[in-house]
């Protein structure tokens, strides 16, 4: 690349409909235009634990992120280098990890929970922008993921809620709220405002970029 790519950060809530939000906006571009990288690809390895520990093991705070690597490997991405990641498959034995190949790209999009709060990540930022939904909505959307597409207990997924997400959410991420470019407010699930905001936001940046 000739120069220097456009570096948004997008970050919300669990259950802040972020993961549709990001399909919407990166199907508005073509592979070489955009590329995105995930901070739930840099966990640290928590494989070691028996299942009971995983069930009350933290992965919501800072230090289950390996951040080096993340701060490294978005740096060179901005450099125009490839990067190569085996993606994280939330501690599940039975998935064999794929090899990720991250490409630059014109626009580059770092997405995770941490990503303001983690100084030398949020200098790296053009644009930020904050998804959110209520708590009681949040939670509702949570429930209905872990429970039906992870198979997980509802008791273990409100002990994780209460006792892990909420308490996170509140020090590492609702602080930067303000300092965002954009803030989306998404307490209903409607898809047409999705794509409605994801067309006006991918307009704009096609004047900007292309």
């Not at 000739?2 to 906006?25: E, H, R």
């Not at 939330?90 to 014109?106: Q, Y």
Request: proline share 4%; with cysteine; aromatic share 14%.
């Amino acid at each position: 690349m000739s120069k220097k790519p456009y570096v948004i950060g997008i970050a919300g809530s669990s259950g802040s409909g972020k993961t549709f939000f990001l399909k919407c906006f990166l199907n508005h571009f073509k592979d070489h235009e955009v590329t995105l990288i995930s901070q739930d690809d840099y966990y640290l390895p928590a494989n070691t634990k028996t299942q009971e520990e995983n069930k009350l093991y933290n992965f919501d705070v800072p230090a289950a992120i390996n951040r080096t690597l993340f701060y490294h490997d978005i740096s060179a991405l901005i450099a125009g280098k490839t990067v190569f990641k085996e993606e994280y498959t939330f501690n599940n034995p039975t998935i064999k990890p794929k090899m990720l190949e991250i490409k630059p790209a014109p626009l580059l999009i770092v997405e995770g929970l941490f990503i303001f709060h983690f100084e030398e990540i949020n200098t790296l930022l053009d644009e930020r922008i904050f998804l959110h939904a209520d708590e009681h909505i949040a939670l509702e959307r949570r429930l209905r993921r872990d429970l039906i597409e992870r198979g997980y207990f509802e008791e273990d997924v409100k002990y994780k809620w209460y006792n892990h997400v909420l308490p996170s959410f509140d020090e590492y991420l609702f602080p930067y709220k303000s300092q965002c470019d954009l803030i989306i407010e998404n307490n209903k699930d409607d898809t047409a405002m999705m794509v409605q905001v994801t067309d006006e936001i991918s307009a704009r940046l096609r004047k900007k970029l292309f």
